[in-house]
């Protein structure tokens, strides 16, 4: 398979922002947000700042569009929302054996916890159970991949969807990144003093913080010779430095090693932007920031969307992709809402106004918990 290349065919975005790609590059260029303070929530002591879908949005949408869901969960519904959507836009075999379901998420179905009490032993919970139901709703008999790497689920899914194409194992990959909230994931993040109560700031001098949100999206993808006028997905790399549970690396070693391998040979003169995770946290931004510096990369404008979106988890890295696409398909760098004074050790320019481009090749970067990294590189 040597010198065939990965190519986008379809996409989709939903979020409370939208239930398409292009409802949500609207929302963003307009400056939008579904970010609220949410008091009193599942019972929470602590008020949280997030972007959630509205109360029976996502089972009341499935019921217009797809129908009875039956024994299927919120989680569930949502990711086939985002899949049907995607799979509408193109002529791929659902059937197929060559065609893989990758699934990325964090948590899965972690809210029955929620519903069912601690020791239920309901199998959704199982991610892989999970993913089964996905594939199997449009038919699909191959065993399913799960990638479940923390806040790098999403990426990481997309490039194991790359090397899966390219070794010729499969001729076409249906990636879904998607995480729904529950008082199990927020009281997580609550003990750990990452929340803000207010929207958040990514790399700003006065972040406090990250805000959780909700999503899924999907990116399908597959192989060819010469594919013309389409998104490629060049080169991808995953570095886990295992720095700390939760902690980013000080030296930014993983997130700096993923940036060199996803760059090597390119002429970074011509990217357009780096879409950063950006997650307004005193640490992780920080990292970030030493991690493109020691890339080399500092002339090269940054943004993110968690200003817009929220923190979406196993979502992010399939949504910030798909958007970064669709927006230089517009010519446009989308800003980092919530963005003020630079608030990180290195020189980064960050975007803070949607600014034109010629350009049509970037990075997408993500880091999580556990000292995992990962970096993309497109190209149109």
């Not at 836009?89 to 054996?97: A, F, G, K, L």
């Not at 090597?264 to 030493?290: C, P, Q, R, W």
């Not at 003020?340 to 999580?368: A, C, N, W, Y």
């Amino acid at each position: 398979m040597a010198g065939q290349m990965i190519y986008k065919i379809a996409d989709n975005i939903t979020s409370p922002l939208g239930f398409t790609t292009q409802e949500n590059l609207d929302a963003v260029r307009q400056g939008r947000s579904r970010l609220r303070l949410h008091s009193g929530k599942w019972g929470l002591p602590e008020p949280f700042m997030a972007s959630l879908f509205d109360e029976d949005e996502i089972e009341n949408r499935f019921a217009e569009t797809i129908g009875p869901a039956h024994a299927l969960t919120r989680f569930e519904q949502l990711a086939l929302l985002s899949a049907t959507q995607a799979i509408g836009q193109c002529s791929v075999d659902t059937r197929s054996p060559g065609c893989i379901f990758i699934l990325a998420t964090t948590k899965g179905n972690v809210a029955l916890l929620h519903e069912n009490g601690p020791d239920t032993d309901d199998p959704r919970l199982n991610l892989a159970h999970t993913a089964h139901t996905i594939a199997r709703h449009f038919g699909n008999e191959t065993t399913p991949l799960v990638v479940s790497n923390a806040c790098t689920s999403g990426l990481c899914a997309e490039i194991t969807a790359m090397r899966l194409l390219q070794s010729g194992a499969y001729h076409t990959a249906i990636v879904i990144g998607i995480d729904t909230q529950s008082p199990f994931i927020v009281s997580g993040f609550q003990s750990l003093k990452a929340l803000s109560i207010h929207p958040c700031r990514p790399f700003s001098e006065n972040r406090m913080g990250l805000n959780l949100g909700e999503a899924a999206a999907t990116i399908i993808l597959q192989r060819a010779d010469h594919p013309t006028d389409v998104w490629q997905l060049l080169r991808g790399a995953i570095r886990n430095d295992a720095y700390h549970l939760s902690g980013p690396s000080k030296t930014a070693i993983g997130g700096r090693l993923s940036l060199e391998a996803a760059c090597h040979d390119f002429d970074t003169d011509s990217l357009a932007v780096i879409n950063a995770h950006g997650t307004a946290t005193l640490y992780n931004d920080e990292m970030e920031a030493k991690a493109i510096a020691l890339s080399g990369l500092t002339h090269t404008p940054v943004n993110g969307y968690k200003g817009c979106f929220g923190h979406t988890m196993g979502a992010a890295g399939v949504l910030e992709t798909v958007l970064t696409m669709r927006s230089l398909d517009e010519g446009i760098i989308l800003p980092t809402q919530g963005f003020d004074e630079l608030g990180v050790s290195q020189p980064l320019q960050v975007v803070k106004v949607p600014t034109p481009t010629h350009r049509r090749s970037f990075i997408k970067m993500m880091s999580g918990f556990g000292g995992s990294n990962a970096a993309l590189l497109c190209q149109r």
